[in-house]
């Protein structure tokens, strides 16, 4: 969302190259993230490698309900991007989780230390941006951060890389998971690493994507229970700006995310009750207009009230 509108403020556009099974919730795929080399490869060939900038990548793609990316795929994604001279950008912001689906699903894998993956993760990926914070920052070791503040980003890294405890991390995720799946509550399969993803358009089947079923559901679960989720839908996805038209993107999803360290297993039992009494009145249920809707990222900002 953010990534796309600094794309277009900068006159660029933004253009999926995700395989298909990301776009559906139901399909089961050990990685979800992996880039469609075919896709890739049409974009070249269409408007030529000097027009793309660099190709991005996430660990943990969180617009398809936190799926992983393979090494496997990576690498291949890597090889085509660098054969073409296109920089290849990594939104690391969930390479831990990645790590260890990589670490379970993959094989090859099973008896490589999380560290090690993260290492192959981020050598294929660029790391020209580390020389061009000297340039805006200063060196690594000084200027945007505190010392203290360093300090405390490097015990956090080291912890987030032990697998004891990413695994802990992703079996709470998964413990959620589970516990609203089992009632027959729709949400994005497999279970992704960082946050539950509820799907909105099974869920609220009657509102049409513009009446903003995700954003409706997310209201309803904050009404019921005080807990707040955020939207991955309509909303966040904003208007074409060619035609002013809402974007509708293929998912309607509802994010339950999951900080490390900070809830119980008592604190998933109440947000997976409060789910199961939204579900059981969810007929009910109306969808949101806008009251103000801002220009640019209004899933930040806007503001809503229910449907007439």
């Not at 192959?120 to 000297?134: F, G, H, P, S």
Request: proline residues 4%.
């Amino acid at each position: 969302t953010t990534t796309r509108l600094h794309q277009e403020l900068a006159g660029g556009r933004f253009i999926d190259v995700i395989i298909d099974e990301a776009h559906d919730p139901e399909v089961i795929h050990p990685f979800k993230g992996n880039v469609d080399l075919d896709k890739f490869q049409a974009v070249i060939d269409e408007y030529g490698a000097e027009r793309i900038p660099y190709i991005c990548i996430a660990t943990s793609v969180n617009m398809c309900g936190g799926q992983p990316i393979s090494m496997g795929n990576l690498r291949e994604v890597s090889e085509l991007a660098h054969r073409h001279g296109i920089l290849v950008v990594h939104d690391m912001t969930r390479v831990a989780e990645n790590a260890l689906l990589i670490k379970e699903r993959e094989e090859g894998y099973a008896g490589v230390s999380m560290a090690d993956i993260i290492r192959q993760i981020c050598d294929l990926t660029a790391d020209k941006a580390r020389n061009m914070v000297v340039i805006y920052e200063g060196l690594h070791t000084y200027g945007g951060m505190s010392g203290r503040d360093m300090e405390a980003l490097a015990i956090g890294i080291r912890e987030s890389i032990e697998h004891d405890h990413i695994h802990a991390r992703v079996g709470q995720v998964h413990y959620l998971g589970h516990k609203i799946a089992d009632e027959g509550i729709p949400i994005v399969m497999p279970i992704g690493t960082h946050g539950v993803f509820l799907d909105a358009k099974r869920f609220l089947p009657h509102l049409d994507q513009d009446l903003f079923p995700a954003q409706t559901l997310a209201a309803a679960i904050y009404a019921d229970s005080g807990v707040r989720s955020m939207e991955r839908g309509n909303v966040s996805a904003g208007r074409n700006p060619e035609t002013g038209q809402n974007r509708r993107p293929h998912l309607e999803l509802v994010r339950l995310t999951i900080p490390r360290r900070v809830y119980t297993q008592a604190h998933m039992d109440v947000v997976a009750e409060s789910v199961m009494e939204v579900w059981d009145g969810r007929e009910s249920i109306r969808g949101l207009e806008f009251t103000y809707e801002p220009k640019y990222l209004r899933f930040f900002q806007a503001r809503f009230k229910p449907a007439q």
